[in-house]
Nanobody, 114 residues
Framework: QVQFVESGGGLVQPGESLRLSCTTSGFTFGTSIMAWYRQPPGKEREFIARISPGSKSTNYADSVKGRFTISRDNAKNTPTLQMNSLNPEDTAVYYC???????WGQGTQVTVSS
C-alpha cells in the first residue's frame, strides 16, 4: 500500500524558514520522481517542486524558485522541502507524492502569519 506521511509544518512569521519531510512506503522510492504540491485555502492543489530519482534534476514553480529547495535521501526513502523566506502567500497544506502513482497523504499545514 502506497503511503505518504508529511511532517514539519507549523506556524511561522514572514521571512522565517521551515523544513518539511515525508515518510514514504509501498513503492520503489529510489526509481521514482518525487514532488511536492500545496493547496492554499480555497484554491486548487498546485505543483511546487519535483526531483529526479538520482537528484540530478530539479524543477520548481516560479512562485517558489530561489526560496525552496527539494532534496531526497534514497537510503531513507524520504523527500524533503527546505522553505526559506516564507511569506503569507505560502500558507497552504503541503503534500509530497510520486506523481506517477496518483496517491496523496494527509498533508502538513504551513501557516505564515505575523
Amino acid at each position: 500500500q502506497v503511503q505518504f506521511v508529511e511532517s514539519g509544518g507549523g506556524l511561522v512569521q514572514p521571512g522565517e524558514s521551515l523544513r518539511l519531510s515525508c515518510t514514504t512506503s509501498g513503492f520503489t522510492f529510489g526509481t521514482s520522481i518525487m514532488a511536492w504540491y500545496r493547496q492554499p485555502p480555497g484554491k486548487e492543489r498546485e505543483f511546487i517542486a519535483r526531483i529526479s530519482p538520482g537528484s540530478k534534476s530539479t524543477n520548481y514553480a516560479d512562485s517558489v524558485k530561489g526560496r525552496f529547495t527539494i532534496s531526497r535521501d534514497n537510503a531513507k526513502n524520504t523527500p524533503t522541502l527546505q522553505m526559506n523566506s516564507l511569506n503569507p502567500e505560502d500558507t497552504a497544506v503541503y503534500y509530497c507524492t510520486a506523481p506517477t502513482l496518483q496517491s496523496w497523504g494527509q498533508g502538513t499545514q504551513v501557516t505564515v502569519s505575523s
